[in-house]
């Protein structure tokens, strides 16, 4: 795909880069709940299925309270204070409460609006370089599900499918009309995504009997081979690699954390795969120079 290169805007394109840099904030915001509620989604669905295996009549409970992205309403988790529409202002109300609840003032977490700021501000950079159009449209999907997905693994060590897989096929659908990369590119590096570290997956497992990273990372790679292309893949591999390397080596050190304990390989493939949506042809010409 071409390089995403920032020139010196006309005004009315950094005018509508602010506007879909708020736009950003918010669905920063969304996203917070999305990382915190999607992996406790997901643990009461396996749950309840496990229950449905139990062959023995259950007794009779209440009826379980409805969970999901909308309801209920966001609250405390120390007080259960529910909060209102002010202090879901992105930033802004976690700068005005200090960082705490407004009710029991335990300490909310920074990285709230850290996750707002940065979608904001990945949000922005975009529309400023690409401009109103499909590929801006495109770009900012592919970044929010990213951002969604490395905080998620951070947390949980899990890529779910509720999102690789959409990215996925989202990836196929805007690459129809070339939007990014062909779409036998598209196709190509999906597959050769997933394959790719399937291969190294069970090569390590074979040579050691240990599992050397999850299934997830596998669907997230082709994701990003079928929004960027399979020419994307070896950059996208190299990068993810050595940062993962670098910084993981490096937080185990400044922790006193053991080198064997596992990281999570997920964040640094997504970080991977935004730098070469925004400059995928630098990348292929650091690693890959003609």
């Known amino acids: 795909m071409p390089p995403l290169v920032v020139d010196n805007a006309p005004p009315p394109l950094v005018a509508f880069g602010a506007l879909i840099a708020l736009l950003g904030l918010c669905i920063g915001s969304f996203l917070n709940v999305v990382i915190h509620r ?3 989604m997901m643990e009461r ?3 309840h299925e496990c229950s449905l295996l139990d062959q023995e009549p ?3 409970s209440a009826p379980a309270e409805r969970y999901n992205l909308c309801t209920p309403r966001s609250a405390c988790p120390k007080c259960g204070h529910q909060i209102c529409a002010l202090e879901n202002i992105p930033v ?3 700068c005005m409460l200090r960082g705490k609840c407004r009710n029991c003032r335990s300490p909310i977490s920074p990285r709230y609006p850290a996750v707002e ?6 949000s922005g950079l975009l529309a400023w370089q690409l401009g109103p159009g499909i590929p801006l449209a495109g770009a900012l999907v592919f970044c929010w599900f ?4 490395t905080f998620i693994d951070l947390d ?7 999102l690789t897989l959409p990215l996925l096929w989202c990836g196929l659908l805007i690459n129809l009309q070339g939007t990014f990369c062909s779409l036998g590119a598209a196709v190509v590096g999906a597959a050769a995504g997933y394959l790719l570290l399937w291969s190294v997956y069970w090569l390590f497992k074979l040579a050691t009997g240990k599992e050397g990273m999850g299934y997830g990372d596998f669907k997230l790679l082709a994701a990003l081979g079928a929004w960027l292309g399979w020419q994307s893949l070896p950059g996208i591999l190299l990068l993810s690699s050595l940062s993962g390397a670098i910084i993981g080596i490096v937080t185990a050190l400044s922790r006193g954390r053991s080198l064997s304990k596992p990281i999570p390989f997920g964040p640094y493939l997504a970080i991977a795969g935004a730098i070469s949506m925004f400059g995928g042809q630098y990348v292929q010409q650091l690693f890959f120079p003609t």
């Open 38 to 40: 999607l992996p406790i």
């Open 45 to 47: 669905n396996f749950r």
């Open 58 to 60: 259950a007794e009779e």
């Open 92 to 94: 802004i109300s976690w």
């Open 117 to 122: 700021l940065l979608t904001g501000i990945i």
């Open 146 to 149: 990213l951002i969604a997905l």
């Open 156 to 162: 949980t060590y899990l890529l779910p499918d509720d």
